[in-house]
T-cell receptor
């Protein structure tokens, strides 16, 4: 089966600019996650979707970050305006449902804010 | 605040030795436990999952879980240079919630 697709792979922007990342989960996977991984740290959950509904966005900085999954399939994460501390890898993952199992990550988008 | 703690390392072992990676978690209600391997510049890859107390073996990897001590470990037997990576411990508190990750332990296997 095809894996989790993410684009772009790399992005460099200036602070205060906006940026968007795209994710297409594994076919049929109802649950989609966006994680932020800062260099030297473990991934931190930003938002979890179940189909097109938000399950958990408690750690999403809502003043600058937004995410949507309008048709319950692919998803977009946006940052506006970006800050230097947003430099990180943004990882998308998906799972078949909300069970106890683990999930598969995409290749990630490395964002550098200068 | 639910937390997952790992020693960041680096942990250095010679080729052929056993590498032991440890993880503790704060939420006693946690139900499922995972080990991910992450090579430099790559995304995390699931290598082991464990749900009940005891040991689970898969090839050269053994995951151990002790819920009373809130402790999870990963043993890598016959370590190879290709095992050099960061190993992330992840915990799911209950069905429906997302994984909480530790900071990872960097393993270096020298030939």
């Amino acid at each position: 089966e095809a894996g989790v697709a993410q684009s772009p792979r790399y992005k460099i922007i200036e602070k205060r600019q906006s940026v968007a990342f795209w994710c297409n989960p594994i076919s049929g996977h109802a649950t989609l996650y966006w994680y932020q991984q800062i260099l030297g740290q473990g991934p931190k959950l930003l938002i979890q979707f179940q189909n097109n509904g938000v399950v958990d966005d408690s750690q999403l900085p809502k003043d600058r970050f937004s995410a949507e999954r309008l048709k319950g399939v692919d998803s977009t994460l946006k940052i506006q305006p970006a800050k230097l501390e947003d430099s990180a890898v943004y990882l998308c993952a998906s799972s078949p449902g909300q069970g106890v199992g683990g999930y598969t990550f995409g290749s990630g988008t490395r964002l550098t804010v200068v | 605040q639910k937390e997952v703690e790992q020693n960041s390392g680096p942990l250095s072992v010679p080729e052929g030795a056993i590498a032991s990676l440890n993880c503790t978690y704060s939420d006693r209600g946690s139900q499922s436990f995972f080990w991910y391997r992450q090579y430099s510049g790559k995304s995390p890859e699931l290598i082991m999952s464990i749900y009940s107390n005891g040991d689970k073996e898969d090839g050269r990897f053994t995951a151990q879980l002790n819920k009373a001590s809130q402790y999870v470990s990963l043993l890598i037997r016959d370590s190879q240079p290709s095992d050099s990576a960061t190993y992330l411990c992840a915990v799911k508190n209950q069905a429906g919630t997302a994984l909480i990750f530790g900071k990872g332990t960097t393993l270096s296997v020298s030939s």
